[in-house]
């Protein structure tokens, strides 16, 4: 059974970078044919997918996120890492990692609140 954990801060600054780490247990990331994504879900709107990193290490993005976020990983530790650089109040959302196999994700992360804020 395979299960993701998002972790990270749960108040961020306005400008300042949000760095969020999902870490995957009961599968490798390294997988062949599997992504491993970012998804969010603003209060009162729909999930919004920003990014994925697939297992060979080959990134991509969702053009509303491409020049803001960055996706990496850690094969040593079985983790991948979202940063969003210059966060504004509207990237309040409850963030998820999630698996995904030909653009179908089937597990998910519970989801992290991360609020925007001064």
């Known amino acids: 059974q395979v299960q993701l954990q998002e972790a990270g801060p749960g108040l961020v600054n306005p400008s300042q970078t949000l760095s969020l780490t999902c870490t995957v247990s009961?599968?490798?990331?390294?997988?062949?044919?599997?992504?491993w994504g970012w998804i969010r879900q603003p209060p009162g709107k729909g999930l919004e997918w920003m990014g994925s990193?697939?297992?060979?290490?080959?990134?991509y993005y969702s053009p509303s996120y491409k020049r803001r976020a960055s996706i990496s990983r850690d094969t040593s530790k079985n983790q991948f890492t979202l940063q969003l650089t210059s966060v504004i109040a509207e990237d309040t959302a409850v963030y998820y990692c999630?698996?995904?196999?030909?653009?179908?994700?089937?597990?998910w992360g519970q989801g992290t609140q991360v609020t925007v804020s001064s």
């Open positions: 990193i697939a297992y060979n290490g080959k990134t």
């Open positions: 999630a698996r995904a196999k030909v653009a179908s994700y089937d597990y």
């Open positions: 009961g599968g490798s990331i390294t997988t062949r044919h599997y992504d």
